[in-house]
């Protein structure tokens, strides 16, 4: 990932996820002691926060760059908000990916996924689904089921999911999410929130270790990045840019 993909955005972040068949562990002494492992990592992340579903360390939400880690029932995340720099923007995964499965137990045949999510927020004063629907759509066929006289969109959230190998262990996911309500919509009042563009890559299946997690990790940035770079930046990102800009006018 290059540290250019922060400049086409308001804020760039980078999630991961590791999901498991089994519920984890939750006692104090064993959440306390995951906490204070990564908080001895990186000592801004120092704020224990608990969620309807999830126990969670942060960093200070002043900074503009922050970070993340949360489990919950089956699920083991990470965030880095902003990052510095390529490698900043993994090394908490990679220590939560090293770590965090000695703490909570979790063994090979206890893994149901490990995913990787590129994340972008664009924000716009406008109806999100307007400039969505013009960025991607554009005159197509789909797009002329709306008459711009007489009809407004309220609802348009593509999202594509594609096998990134033959056994389709590998999967791709490209989602836009807007935010624009229907009253927003009917007053024509817009406050600026983000539109938002994620790229998410998941491997499912057999995961012959925990010790090669930071490996299958590294296997989805390369395909993460590659997908973003070369497709998602041309055909998503600049376009819905240069329409955002365009209704900004």
Not at 80 to 85: C, E, G, L, M, R
Not at 171 to 188: F, H, L, M
Not at 211 to 237: F, I, S, Y
Request: proline share 6%; glycine share 6%; net charge negative.
């Amino acid at each position: 990932m290059t540290t250019s993909l922060g400049a086409l955005c308001t804020d760039f972040y980078v999630n991961c996820q590791l999901g498991v068949k089994l519920d984890l562990p939750d006692s104090r002494e064993t959440m306390l002691d995951l906490f204070t492992r990564l908080g001895r990592d990186d000592p801004t992340m120092k704020r224990l926060k608990r969620y309807p579903d999830e126990l969670a360390l942060e960093s200070p939400e002043r900074h503009r760059r922050r970070l993340w880690m949360g489990v919950q029932k089956r699920l083991i995340r990470s965030g880095v908000v902003n990052p510095h720099s390529a490698e900043d923007s993994l090394a908490l995964h990679r220590l939560v990916l090293r770590t965090a499965p000695f703490y909570l137990g979790v063994t090979p045949i206890d893994i149901d996924h490990l995913e990787l999510t590129y994340g972008f927020d664009l924000v716009a004063r406008a109806n999100h689904n307007t400039v969505v629907l013009e960025a991607l759509l554009g005159d197509s066929p789909l797009s002329r089921l709306i008459d711009a006289d007489s009809m407004k969109p309220i609802e348009f959230q593509p999202m594509l999911g594609m096998a990134m190998t033959d056994r389709c262990d590998v999967q791709a996911y490209v989602e836009v999410k807007t935010r624009t309500t229907i009253r927003q919509v009917r007053t024509g009042k817009h406050p600026e929130e983000p539109i938002s563009v994620f790229v998410t890559v998941r491997r499912s299946g057999d995961f012959e270790d925990v010790d090669t997690l930071g490996a299958r990790l590294d296997e989805l940035v390369a395909h993460a990045d590659e997908l973003t770079q070369g497709r998602v930046v041309p055909n998503v990102l600049t376009p819905l840019r240069e329409s955002i800009a365009s209704h900004q006018l």
